[in-house]
Every structure is written in structure tokens, then in C-alpha cells.
């Protein structure tokens, strides 16, 4: 019991301070090819650690989360929404999704031949913009180009914080258009981190990968995807306001480091190890 006491507590005295967190980034705009990009997205990965061998629930050596929304299945892809904690109940890997308003949910494209492909049912030109990953799903908000992703103990309602977390996005022609912002367990910032732009006009690929060296201090991100939602008539390269022109952009894989608790989380397991070393005590001495 002291062995477990002591490793727990130099963990818990042991979290960084949030203050001046140093940010590692890895980003790239590639072309239309996944090879353009995988170099720094496997930079990315090694940084959060876990090996290439996927386990279950897109778990790598215990260390690192994956999501290629390959695997989710037809009825929970479009036309209909997916629904937002089904990455931490279905397939729990710890990451909840919502958007805000005007946003009502999020949704993964679907297969070829269970309806149009790469979100063509929001808006047929759209498979002429966006460009897969891994094939073949692809990730967006729902009425909102916002997204809020959220982090638990896998299959659990308890909060968690994560070291890192990353995003292949697919058309990103704006500077500045999409965008990452971390935060911490107090809601606090710990930056926005711009997605590069696209090396071709249509079908590119990007990545964004943040991870801090501090450790796991991000409780959720804040994903903004282009500068206006995918819609009906909403056709990429089309006039938006008097200076600009619209940006949809969609998302690919999710990459983040496995969650673990927050401090509070340690704080009490500790308060419970201590009442149970406590109530052993008297138990010794009431034998003795």
C-alpha cells in the first residue's frame, strides 16, 4: 500500500503548471495524395508513442488513440448523424463530439453505394472537393463548421486530459480559415494553432498535430473547419461577404494521446487510499 501511495502522490504533485505550456507542432499542406502528408503525420505519432500496431478501439500500445471512422457503421453515418458520445460508448476510446448553435450534430459520410460518398448528400460538388485519407469516411459538423471534441476515461462519463491531438482535414484553401484551439482542465487556452493551406486547389490534404511536453493538460480542443458550414448551395470557391470567398473544409483521421484522469480524479483515489490505509490501522491495532 505505501509503494502505491508514493507513486500516486509523486504523480499528483508531479502535474505541470499550466503556465508558458511548450507546444510540439507537426503541420503540412500536401496535394491530393495521403503520401504527402503521412511523413509528419508519423512524426506526430511517434511523438504521443504507442508503435504501429492498432489494438482494440483504435488503442496503440496503450499510449495513443486512433479514429478513421472507417469502421462505423451504415446506420450511423449520412444521411444520418452520428451520434456524439459514440466514440466513447460504442467504440469507447474516450472522445465525445458536439457542435454549437446553430449546429446540430455531427455526421460521417458514408460508403460507396450505401448513399453519395464524401458528403455529396449534403451537396453534390462536394465529393469534387474533398479528398479521403484512409478510405473511405469522412467527418463534419452538422449546420455549424465548429466542433468540440471532448475527453473521458474510455467508456466512462469521468473527465480526462490528453498530451496531445491531431486532425488529417481535407480542401483547406484560406489561410488562417481552419484551425485547432487546445484548453486545459479550467477551460482555460492553450492556444489556436492555424492548419496549413492545401498544395492544389481541390482534394488536398493537411495536417495538425499539437502535442505539450508538459503532458497531458488538454481537456478538450475546439476544431474550426473552413470559414462557413457544408450546406446545400454552399459551393467552395463562391463569393462569402465582400472580401472572401467560401471555404468548406472536412475532417479525416483524429490522432490523440490516450486519456488519462484529471487531477481531481487522482486527487480523490488518493483520499480513498488514504481512508482504506486508515481504517486498516485501526483494524491492527483493535487486534492487537
Known sequence: MKLILGALSAVSLGLPSLAGATPIVRSVGGDSTPASITGVRDQFRVDLGGGTVAGPNGSFGGLRREINWDGVPDGSSAPNNLPG???????????????????????????????P????????????DFRVFSSQRLFTGVGSNVVDVSFFLPGTTTPALVSGFGSVFTDVDLTSSTKIEFFDAANASLGVFNVPVGTVDSESLSFLGVSFTEGAIISHVQITSGNT?????????????PDNVIDVVAMDDFI???????????????????????????RKASMN
Open 256 to 282: 490523440y494521446a490516450a486519456p488519462v484522469p484529471e487531477p481531481e480524479t487522482y486527487a480523490m483515489l488518493l483520499a480513498g487510499l488514504g481512508l482504506i490505509g486508515a481504517i486498516s490501522r485501526r
Open 229 to 241: 458550414a457544408l450546406g446545400a448551395g454552399v459551393n467552395d470557391g463562391a463569393p462569402f461577404g
Open 117 to 128: 460518398v464524401e458528403f455529396d448528400n449534403i451537396n453534390p460538388t462536394y465529393s469534387s
Open 85 to 115: 458520445n459514440f466514440f466513447n460508448s460504442n467504440s469507447p476510446r474516450g472522445a465525445e463530439f458536439s457542435t454549437p448553435a446553430p449546429g446540430t450534430g455531427v455526421q460521417v459520410s458514408a460508403n460507396s453505394g450505401i448513399a
